[in-house]
């Protein structure tokens, strides 16, 4: 199983920016598409963005579409989430996923998750 590992998160005031990585071990993540998702109270999981094993083909919600860009690098096992213009409402936890490619893509079956990033963001 690939291990996920998430890491940026942290408190800032609205308006401000944070990137999100998230470290991949094993030798086939480049198999694998790769999602942010987040959980933030009071609200259902959500699927943040999507981006597919290549890099050519990118989701976003459209809501956050203006703000957040994923990106994702395979020689370095790395995937990316570059927040900006954060607002109280984006607090929450942020995982990574990765699925094989099960379903149509953005909504693929991710199977596999890290533990989760912290963001919070003040008013």
């Given amino acids: 199983q690939v291990q996920l590992v998430e890491s940026g998160g942290g408190s800032v005031q609205t308006g401000g920016s944070l990137t999100l990585s998230c470290a991949a071990s094993g030798p086939t993540f480049s198999n694998y598409a790769m999602a942010w998702f987040r959980r933030v109270p009071g609200k259902e999981r959500e699927l943040v963005a999507a981006i597919r094993r290549a890099g050519n083909n990118i989701h976003y919600t459209d809501s956050l579409?203006?703000?957040?860009?994923?990106?994702?690098?395979?020689?370095?096992?790395?995937?990316?989430?570059?927040?900006?213009?954060?607002?109280?409402?984006?607090?929450?936890?942020?995982?990574?996923?990765?699925?094989?490619?099960?379903?149509?893509?953005?909504?693929?079956?991710?199977?596999?998750?890290?533990?989760?990033?912290?963001?919070?963001?003040?008013?």
């Avoid at 699925?99 to 989760?116: N, S």
């Fill in 65 to 123: 579409k203006d703000r957040f860009t994923i990106s994702r690098d395979n020689a370095k096992n790395m995937v990316y989430l570059q927040m900006n213009s954060l607002k109280p409402e984006d607090t929450g936890v942020y995982y990574c996923g990765a699925g094989d490619g099960i379903g149509p893509f953005p909504f693929f079956e991710y199977g596999h998750w890290g533990q989760g990033t912290q963001v919070t963001v003040s008013s």
